[in-house]
Nanobody, 126 residues
């Protein structure tokens, strides 16, 4: 089992940047693919980006491609989401999640992830 805790959210203006962190504790962090999801009010939780267990492969939703970057530091048990050129439509609660199935590609569906953090609010004003 792994426990996840996000940090780094806040209130920013359009065009600003933020970096979210997700610290993991428990079993070996490198045993998991990691994903970032977000959920806006009244909407379903949506895939933002993901990274495989080694950090060698990353995947992004079309809406954030070119603006967001997922990275990880397995020595620090931490995954990051660097968000640049933020837009008001990026406003949401952001969650990190861990997937035990490292023999598969990084999943884009929330139901495929086993462990979740509590989320961190990101608000982008226009």
């Amino acid at each position: 089992q792994v426990q996840l805790s996000e940090s780094g959210g806040g209130l920013v203006q359009a065009g600003d940047s933020l970096r979210l962190s997700c610290a993991a504790s428990g079993r070996a962090f490198s045993n998991y693919h990691m994903g970032w999801f977000r959920q806006a009010p009244g909407k379903e939780r949506a895939f933002v980006g993901g990274i495989n267990w080694s950090g060698g492969s990353t995947y992004y939703a079309d809406s954030v491609k070119g603006r967001f970057t997922v990275s990880r530091d397995n020595a620090k048990n931490t995954v990051y989401l660097q968000m640049n050129s933020l837009k008001p439509e990026d406003t949401a609660i952001y969650y990190c999640a861990a997937d035990r199935r490292i023999g598969t590609v990084v999943a884009r569906m929330a139901r495929d992830y086993d462990y979740w953090g509590q989320g961190t609010q990101v608000t982008v004003s226009s």
